[in-house]
């Protein structure tokens, strides 16, 4: 089975904090995925990885930077915390498009839930 | 640009009767995947089915099954026999088949299943 893992689950920061969280699977899936889940908004992308050291933009990625040093590794990084970016944070990882119908289905990790206070 | 809606922010069903989720999309595109997907309150998010748009056949895993209508835009989700363990947020998603990356996720419907 594919395992996705975070580094932490709950994690508590003050603003002005630079935060760091890790995302590894296991399954030498190529793409990876930051999201950012809130009540009532669903899903949203903040950076998305393709291969190591590559990296584009999603939908929301004002106020964070991502790494990929590794291909099993996706690190998402709030270079400032503030309040506003109080939220459940998921990584997801799955094989390359296009490709094989399996490769469209995105495997979750069990998600961080970071306060800034 | 694409979009997923589901109307439906919260659901309750009795257990071992059906509750169908509901989801409608809009796009310009003839070629794409459907995803259902459930978080339970452990947050782990699993694939629960999908569907490819070409494939008139609805799809069916076990007491999970959908309804596609392709022209109406829509994607429901049918779960039968409803279990206690079927208590979980459930996100409607599509992605295209098109070079993009994007998977375009609803905001969710809670389900809960009562004794």
């Known amino acids: 089975d594919v395992k996705v893992t975070q580094s932490s689950r709950y994690l508590v920061k003050r603003t002005g904090e630079k935060v760091f969280l890790e995302c590894v699977q296991d399954?030498?899936?190529?793409?990876m995925f930051w999201y950012r889940q809130d009540p009532g908004l669903g899903l949203r992308l903040i950076y998305f990885?393709?291969?190591?050291?590559?990296?584009e933009k999603g939908d929301i990625p004002e106020g964070y930077s991502v790494s990929r040093e590794k291909k099993e590794r996706f690190s998402l990084i709030l270079e400032s915390a503030s309040t506003n970016q109080t939220s459940m944070y998921l990584c997801?990882?799955?094989?390359?498009?296009?490709?094989?119908?399996?490769?469209?289905?995105?495997?979750f990790g069990p998600g961080t839930r970071l306060t800034v206070t | 640009a694409q979009t997923v809606t589901q109307s439906q922010p919260e659901m309750s069903v009795q257990e071992a009767e059906t509750v169908t989720l509901s989801c409608t999309y809009d796009t310009s595109e003839s070629d794409y995947y459907l995803f259902w997907y459930k978080q339970p309150p452990s947050r782990q998010m699993i694939l629960v089915i999908r569907q490819e748009a070409y494939k008139q056949q609805n799809a069916t895993e076990n007491r999970f099954s959908v309804n596609f209508q392709k022209a109406a835009k829509s994607f429901s989700l049918k779960i039968s026999d409803s279990q206690l363990g079927d208590a979980a947020m459930y996100f409607c998603a599509y992605r295209s088949t098109s070079g993009t990356y994007k998977y375009i996720f609803g905001t969710g419907t809670r389900l809960k299943v009562l004794a």
């Open positions: 990885s393709y291969d190591v050291k590559m990296k």
């Open positions: 997801a990882s799955s094989l390359p498009f296009p490709g094989t119908w399996g490769a469209y289905e995105q495997y």
């Open positions: 399954m030498d899936h190529e793409n």
